[in-house]
């Protein structure tokens, strides 16, 4: 079964935006005989911010892994980590999908702000899922919540210490789903192998 991805098409005139995603396919390798990698920019509906994206559809079957970087667009660390992800990895070395989206909050990453998207001052990890008719941030988190977070069968969201931050390593899993979910979740973070692992009961964040 082919896995699909959504891209928002802007005509490139004086700004109208077509509200409707296209759907492109992200088969797998027995359905597509190829593997390859697609880098583009996922326009965020009825704004002129872009989000850079990579997709790397793997040599052999198997799950698709969403990560996304710089929701907090001052936390460099996780978006160098993802951008350099996209970069090198090879189609030829993995299975199944990899989705990259580095830095999801694109307009802080260029202002350098702390915390918060200049545009409207929130804190886009306090805005899941989102609303298509709010503000930046908040179409922004509808977006990912939309389109994104369906096609993942894990998700891995890199977080840093922000620019005037110190942060020692350490990874969150999620604790409030079904003991089945929080126990792969929970395995999956293990494979990090951080000192500290903690397990989150926030409703509020991305990593949710």
Same mark, same amino acid.
């Given at each position: 079964?082919?896995?699909?991805?959504?891209?928002?098409?802007?005509?490139?005139?004086?700004?109208?935006?077509?509200?409707?995603?296209?759907?492109?396919?992200?088969?797998?390798?027995?359905?597509?005989?190829?593997?390859?990698?697609?880098?583009?920019?996922?326009?965020?509906?009825? !704004?002129?911010?872009?989000?850079?994206? !990579?997709?790397?559809?793997?040599?052999?079957?198997?799950?698709?892994?969403?990560? !996304?970087?710089?929701?907090?667009?001052?936390?460099?660390?996780?978006?160098?980590?993802?951008?350099?992800?996209?970069?090198? *990895?090879?189609?030829?070395?993995?299975?199944?999908?990899?989705?990259?989206?580095?830095?999801?909050?694109?307009?802080?990453?260029?202002?350098?702000?702390?915390?918060?998207?200049?545009?409207?001052?929130?804190?886009?990890?306090?805005?899941?899922?989102?609303?298509?008719?709010?503000?930046?941030?908040?179409?922004?988190?509808?977006?990912?919540?939309?389109?994104?977070?369906?096609?993942?069968?894990?998700?891995?969201?890199?977080?840093?210490?922000?620019?005037?931050?110190?942060?020692?390593?350490?990874?969150?899993?999620?604790?409030?789903?079904?003991?089945?979910?929080?126990?792969?979740?929970?395995?999956?973070?293990?494979?990090?192998?951080?000192?500290?692992?903690?397990?989150?009961?926030?409703? *509020?964040?991305?990593?949710?």
């Amino acid at each position: 079964m082919a896995l699909q991805f959504a891209v928002y098409v802007v005509i490139v005139q004086p700004p109208q935006v077509i509200r409707e995603p296209l759907v492109l396919d992200c088969q797998q390798p027995e359905e597509s005989g190829l593997s390859h990698t697609l880098t583009s920019h996922q326009p965020v509906l009825d !704004t002129n911010t872009e989000i850079p994206i !990579t997709i790397i559809n793997g040599q052999n079957d198997g799950p698709t892994l969403l990560i !996304t970087a710089g929701i907090h667009g001052g936390e460099y660390p996780g978006i160098a980590a993802a951008m350099e992800l996209g970069r090198d *990895t090879e189609p030829e070395s993995i299975s199944g999908c990899l989705i990259i989206i580095h830095p999801a909050n694109i307009q802080s990453f260029w202002a350098r702000s702390a915390f918060v998207t200049p545009d409207d001052g929130r804190n886009l990890n306090r805005e899941f899922p989102g609303n298509a008719n709010g503000t930046l941030s908040q179409k922004t988190a509808w977006l990912l919540s939309q389109y994104f977070f369906p096609l993942a069968d894990f998700y891995a969201d890199l977080h840093s210490g922000d620019i005037h931050e110190e942060l020692y390593p350490y990874v969150y899993y999620p604790g409030l789903p079904n003991a089945e979910i929080s126990a792969k979740a929970r395995e999956a973070a293990m494979v990090l192998d951080m000192e500290f692992m903690v397990r989150s009961t926030a409703t *509020t964040g991305a990593y949710n």
